[in-house]
Nanobody, 119 residues
Framework: VQLQAFGGGLVQAGGSRRLSCAAS????????MAWYRQVPGKVRELVAS???????NYADFVKGRFSISRDSAANTVNLQMSSIEPEDTAAYLC??????????????WGQGTQVTVSS
């Protein structure tokens, strides 16, 4: 499985940006797809996730500002970022989890797409 994240760039504080994650197979074949972010020297943190059933989950620091969704036509999982803050500056990575045999789970990571917020 290959994941490709894109859409990052330089954003002004208060602005919006949409990130997309394209998968090499149907996004509906995954148990969960998620966006994480990482800042150098800090732990990678979950931003938002969406299950195969469409249930969404958000980190407290993005609730009400970010929205995760699936685009079946484009086969992407998108992260709509609004009211962006300087603290949102990070590399954003997408992740997918899918089932293996029995209780096994596999996961894949895409490369990060950098979001830099100017104040």
């Amino acid at each position: 499985v290959q994941l490709q994240a894109f859409g990052g760039g330089l954003v002004q504080a208060g602005g919006s940006r949409r990130l997309s994650c394209a998968a090499s197979r149907s996004i509906f074949s995954f148990n969960t797809m998620a966006w994480y972010r990482q800042v150098p020297g800090k732990v990678r943190e979950l931003v938002a996730s969406i299950s195969d059933g469409g249930d969404t989950n958000y980190a407290d620091f993005v609730k009400g500002r970010f929205s995760i969704s699936r685009d079946s036509a484009a086969n992407t999982v998108n992260l709509q970022m609004s009211s962006i803050e300087p603290e949102d500056t990070a590399a954003y990575l997408c992740n997918a989890v899918w089932p293996g045999k029995g209780w096994d789970r596999y996961n894949a990571w895409g490369q990060g797409t950098q979001v830099t917020v100017s104040s």
